[in-house]
């Protein structure tokens, strides 16, 4: 169902910590709220589902006002942090938990445990499941209702890296396959944009910009969106019909019509390193090597205000440049600029 919060405020002992949030989650679609810790995103989540109430604007879901239900006449379902199941019940019975007894009821709890991938996990206890498993019943046992939207507040944070890509992809995918509306609250910049259909990036209280993940990238709203949302290399410059001096070079940066003086940033995978010739020219100072790919640090030569200007550039895994290498320093594509 669609979600539609509206002009949402809310202070804590004269704080304003919410401030005038509106936000529209379309039915089927999984919204990811990003932003950095402290701005707002778990009171916002909060307000959605009833545990905390604002102190102006409102929320509906599937175009009914659900801002004065409590939480349990909101039909919304959670999946907290912590997958905090009951220990002393079955993983049929957790999923189950919010369900009138009966045997539709079995039947549904089945039903949400094949969305998660864990069919045949119904008889094991909460300790017997990894922590991904955990978080997909946790997930069962939001959706067997059968909610009109479902939030997820952090929900891969006690997981580790390399089983959180993982996990990631079996949440999205169960909710495409049940169709849910969805909003996950992250502070992880690459969590939100390879989950979610759509960005909305929190800052200090305020949506400032909700996007498909690819435009929140490519065009940011301004210079603190462009570098929360990725590593960028930023330098002054000048800009003027569609092109941005800078000690780069002259750019073409992306549409967006103003002109003057600002800053130019440049993607780290924007740089193509070369045979040092006329253009700009650097010295590899450092390689982290990640296997499918690497990220240079190169200080380029003569100086600004003092000191080496240092651009981080991403190659291929394969590349072969060492510390100490003299390279040349090209940008391919389009920068964005801001006037400061
Ligand atoms: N019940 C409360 N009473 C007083 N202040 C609160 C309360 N809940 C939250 N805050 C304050 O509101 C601000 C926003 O908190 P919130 O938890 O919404 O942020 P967040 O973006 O979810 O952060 P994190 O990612 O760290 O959880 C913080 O400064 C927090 O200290």
Redesign the pocket.
């Known amino acids: 169902m669609r979600l539609e919060v509206d002009g949402v405020s809310k202070a804590?002992?004269g704080t304003r910590?919410l401030d005038d949030v509106s936000l529209v989650v379309d039915d089927g679609e999984l919204a990811a709220v990003l932003?950095p810790?402290?701005?707002?995103?778990?009171?916002l989540l909060r307000i959605v589902a009833g545990f905390e109430s604002a102190d102006a604007g409102s929320v509906a879901v599937g175009g009914a006002d659900i801002t004065s239900l409590p939480p349990e006449r909101r039909r919304i379902g959670i999946v907290p942090q912590e997958a905090a199941l009951f220990p002393h019940l079955t993983v049929r019975r957790n999923v189950g938990f919010g369900l009138p007894r009966g045997a539709a009821s079995a039947e549904r709890a089945r039903e949400c445990l094949d969305l998660v991938g864990l069919s045949g996990f119904g008889d094991r206890m909460p300790h017997e499941l990894s922590g991904g498993q955990q978080q997909r019943v946790a997930l069962a046992r939001a959706l067997a209702p059968g909610p009109g939207v479902v939030l997820l507040d952090?929900p891969f944070n006690a997981l580790d890296r390399s089983l959180r890509v993982s996990v990631r992809d079996d949440v999205r995918d169960a909710l495409k396959r049940a169709g849910a509306t969805a909003v996950l609250?992250t502070?992880d910049q690459e969590e939100a944009m390879s989950m979610a259909d759509t960005v909305a990036v929190m800052r200090e209280g305020r949506i400032v910009q909700k996007d498909e993940p690819a435009s929140v990238y490519a065009a940011p709203r301004d210079l603190g969106v462009a570098t929360f949302v990725g590593e960028a290399v930023i330098l002054p410059a000048s800009a003027a019909g569609g092109v941005a001096s800078c000690v780069l070079g002259a750019l073409p940066y992306a549409a967006g019509g103003s002109e003057g003086q600002g800053r130019v940033a440049v993607r780290p995978e924007q740089f193509v390193l070369t045979v040092p010739g006329g253009g700009t020219v650097g010295r590899v100072e450092r390689v982290e090597f990640f296997g499918h790919d690497a990220a240079l640090t190169v200080v380029l030569d003569g100086e600004r205000d003092g000191e080496g200007v240092v651009i981080r550039a991403r190659t291929r895994g394969d590349a072969g440049h060492r510390t100490g290498d003299r390279v040349g320093v090209e940008v391919e594509g389009s920068v964005l600029f801001f006037v400061s």
């Open positions: 804590f002992g910590v932003g810790s402290g701005c707002g995103k778990t009171t952090e609250v502070h």
